[in-house]
């Protein structure tokens, strides 16, 4: 038998439960993992809310990282054996599989090996954040040197890993937060500037700083009415991708705007390269060359134990976080 989180209707942190389940054999493209750590990621509190892309199907479990130890592999599964330091790449419908368990079933698919250089927890933090961000930034964007990109929410997690690939492609970060109080640790954390966005007059902040251009990729995962801000400070054909809804009111879409300068607004999410098992290699291969540089680094805001997953979604939800909020087991 193994634990895992279950919860049966919508709502908040507290309907979350603890399961006993039977541990069940692999299928023929299934790993098994006893888990070591959580990643804990907004997506999942969306979805305990019902409020994700996708309806759920209860009752439902949840969870898109994990890093642990393969237990068991199934017929047709290769590059894997019981043993293997693993982790879990977010790659499929939480109505299928989940993390959030003591021993867990994941497709072969979502599988990559451990790196060696971090800890479970460390690596139980990075694919969410590192691949969204990559996928935008670099497989799509192809940002490089002079480049400008805002980052709003930018000590989230996604928001921290794309200061450090802009870095990393030579590009400059304009990173976004709402009051000055995580200035010096947004700078700390590889910001070329940060803007407070309640005290200082957004656009014309990036207008100062690009002299005048613009920049030419934002990389959102709020919304909302700043989002009309966003555009106003994007340079002439420049992009807005927008992979998140923190914002519960409306986001405009400022069409002159976009139609005077070109622009292009992009939906985008992890799927897109996680999803397609070239692009997810070539990922995976460019986050661990950071890594082996020294350019990226896990950035955990704090650890909770799988005992206090409810307390993990509660402290999640306070949006007082800098990095990611891991779960240990």
Avoid: C
């Avoid at 994990?66 to 330091?85: C, M, R, S, T, W």
């Avoid at 990075?126 to 480049?147: C, P, Q, R």
């Avoid at 928001?159 to 690939?165: M, R, S």
């Avoid at 923190?246 to 705007?257: G, I, M, N, Q, R």
Wanted: net charge negative.
């Amino acid at each position: 038998m193994s634990r895992t989180i279950m919860f049966a209707k919508a709502g908040g942190p507290e309907v979350l439960e603890f399961v006993e389940t039977p541990v069940a054999a692999p299928g023929p493209h299934e790993v098994r993992i006893k888990v070591e750590a959580i990643g804990i990621n907004r997506a999942e509190s969306m979805w305990r809310n019902d409020a994700y892309i996708e309806p759920v199907k209860f009752p439902a479990g949840l969870g898109y990282e994990a890093a642990g130890i393969v237990d068991a592999v199934g017929a047709e599964v290769q590059g894997f054996a019981p043993g293997d330091k693993v982790n879990v790449m977010p790659s499929f419908s939480m109505n299928e599989y989940f993390t959030y368990g003591e021993v867990i079933l994941v497709p072969d698919y979502a599988v990559v090996k451990h790196p060696e250089s971090l800890s479970f927890a460390e690596a139980a933090s990075v694919w969410m954040m590192f691949v969204t961000a990559y996928g935008a930034l670099i497989e799509d964007a192809k940002v490089t040197s002079g480049d400008f990109v805002i980052v709003p929410a930018a000590s989230s997690s996604v928001g921290l890993a794309a200061i450090q690939i802009a870095n990393y492609a030579g590009a400059t970060s304009i990173a976004l937060t709402r009051t000055s109080g995580k200035r010096e640790q947004l700078l700390g954390a590889g910001a070329a500037h940060v803007i407070a966005t309640e005290e200082t007059d957004l656009v014309a902040e990036v207008m100062r700083i690009t002299d005048g251009k613009g920049a030419r990729v934002a990389f959102d995962p709020v919304g909302g009415p700043t989002f009309a801000k966003l555009i106003a400070a994007l340079s002439f054909q420049g992009t807005a991708y927008i992979y998140g809804a923190l914002s519960d009111e409306v986001t405009p879409l400022p069409v002159l705007d976009m139609i005077a300068k070109m622009l292009t607004v992009k939906a985008h999410n992890i799927w897109l390269t996680s999803g397609d098992p070239k692009r997810q290699k070539t990922a995976v291969e460019y986050v661990l060359k950071g890594f082996e540089s020294g350019a990226f680094k896990p950035v955990i805001a704090r650890t909770f134990t799988f005992d206090e997953m409810v307390d993990a979604h509660r402290y999640l939800e306070t949006n007082g976080q800098f990095g990611k909020v891991v779960v240990t087991v």
